[in-house]
């Protein structure tokens, strides 16, 4: 009986973790469709708290929706000009820079060679690649490029998921069959989650701007553009407020 209870206990663990990875590579495969996703329901969330808002003031729905993604679209524009621009400058500037900085650092290795520690050309530029750096930056700008390609998909999925935010807990009341209940836990959950996008987007916001006009004002290449990866950078927990600090 035991042994049964054994064998059947460890077939359901095979079962678990044979579904685990369907599920990661079914993810993997379908990761540019995710990561449209998950940016569409970031935008919604920064989106709901304004739509609910003129909502209260007893405008309708689609009107609040479309008042609110009039001046998402807006902002959206006015970046992607800047940052655009700046993104293309940069790009086409990444072989001067590549050329730049192994100049650089034969400048150093020079210097150590001058402090009696020899390093020799070859073994300098394996350790220290420029080029693995600069195409590690430019794959991550084609990525961001590719995504904010894909702007007006994500916009409707933003459209969409916040025509259904002031009716979600009817529609939720109606699923349970319990007209009157008040879900206490699912909307304190909620209003965190969109405290702590509201509170990190502005966090990042003024992190973004204060790093580009810093960077202006050294005299540093393409501030709008380091200015916006440091607004990335900061959503990433622990080590993305340090990584976005680096051009500064």
């Known amino acids: 009986m035991t042994e049964r209870i054994n064998s059947h206990r460890g077939v359901r663990y095979l079962v678990i973790a044979a579904a685990l990875v369907i599920i990661i590579a079914g993810i993997t495969q379908a990761r540019s469709v995710v990561v449209l996703f998950l940016v569409s329901i970031f935008l919604a969330i920064l989106g709901a708290p304004p739509v609910l808002w003129v909502e209260r003031k007893r405008v309708p729905s689609l ?93 409707l999925t933003v459209t969409f998921i916040l025509l259904e935010v002031s009716s979600f807990s009817a529609k939720l009341r109606v699923i349970l069959g319990d007209p009157l209940a008040l879900f206490p836990h699912y909307k304190r959950f909620v209003a965190d989650i969109q405290r702590y996008m509201v509170m990190k987007t502005f966090i990042s916001l003024s992190s973004g701007i204060l790093i580009g006009i810093w960077l202006a004002l050294l005299g540093v290449d393409f501030p709008v553009l380091w200015g916006f990866l440091a607004f990335l950078l900061n959503y990433v927990p622990n080590l993305g407020s340090i990584i976005a600090a680096v051009p500064a």
């Open 63 to 155: 009107v609040a929706v479309l008042l609110v993604m009039a001046g998402m679209i807006t902002i959206l524009l006015i970046a992607g000009a800047l940052v655009g621009a700046s993104l293309n400058s940069f790009s086409n500037s990444l072989p001067f820079y590549q050329t730049r900085i192994q100049e650089q650092l034969l400048d150093f290795k020079t210097l150590l060679a001058s402090k009696g520690i020899a390093v020799t050309n070859k073994i300098f530029l394996d350790y220290v690649n420029p080029g693995a750096v600069m195409s590690l930056t430019a794959g991550f700008l084609a990525g961001l490029s590719a995504v904010l390609s894909n702007i007006v998909l994500i916009l």
